[in-house]
T-cell receptor, first 114, second 111 residues
């Protein structure tokens, strides 16, 4: 089964804790992305990576960190520095060929701060 | 600032009617314009996409119209069905492969 998996589906965090969201893909895509979705807003880019061991900040990177040690995996850590982390987090992957490039999304992780 | 502006925020259409969602962009370097469909609690799914060398693309009941000079593109859902009730996002990207998303349109199809 090819696709993108995210875990866990639901995550609860106490204030002051760091939490890590998992994202794995078996599509052999070079690029991976993390987005945050809040009600009534579009998807906002947190971080992206186009090659192993390299990643770039997106529009709202503050309070988040990532790593890309393997092509298949792109975990996101939500740190205690993120002031309002309650949101729906989406991971995507895509190829870097042709103009633009398609992105395919995982099922998402809903993070709630208690 | 949002690079892609989407309207309306929500719309209600009768079963069998036409849903129309509009998007506008400023960055002339954008060369890929996809539309995504998202159901509650799920990740967005790629619905249809267009490149600026064509003015229209149709897949089943979904059609993208593209106006390069006006920097606008739109999604038409023909013969709307209750199963089409979802949130639709337009997006755009250029050679950096980073998508900029519109704010989304919630479509409700009444039976």
């Amino acid at each position: 089964d090819g696709g993108i998996t995210q875990s866990p589906k639901y995550l609860f965090r106490k204030e002051g804790q760091n939490v890590t969201l998992s994202c794995e893909q078996n599509l052999n895509h070079d690029a991976m992305y993390w987005y945050r979705q809040d009600p009534g807003q579009g998807l906002r880019l947190i971080y992206y990576s186009q090659i192993v061991n390299d990643f770039q900040k997106g529009d709202i990177a503050e309070g988040y960190s990532v790593s890309r040690e393997k092509k298949e995996s792109f975990p996101l850590t939500v740190t205690s520095a993120q002031k309002n982390p309650t949101a729906f987090y989406l991971c995507a992957s895509g190829r870097l060929v042709g103009p633009g490039g398609e992105q395919f999304f995982g099922p998402g992780t809903r993070l709630t701060v208690l | 600032q949002q690079q892609v502006k989407q309207s309306p925020q929500s719309l209600i259409v009768q079963k069998g009617g036409i849903s129309i969602i509009n998007c506008a962009y400023e960055n002339t370097a954008f060369d890929y314009f996809p539309w995504y469909q998202q159901f509650p609690g799920k990740g967005p799914a790629l619905l249809i996409a267009i490149r600026p060398d064509v003015s229209e693309k149709k897949e089943g009941r979904f059609t993208i119209s593209f106006n390069k000079s006006a920097k606008q593109f739109s999604l038409h859902i023909m013969d709307s069905q209750p199963g089409d009730s979802a949130t639709y996002f337009c997006a755009a990207s250029g050679d950096d492969y980073k998508l900029s998303f519109g704010a989304g349109t919630t479509v409700t199809v009444r039976a």
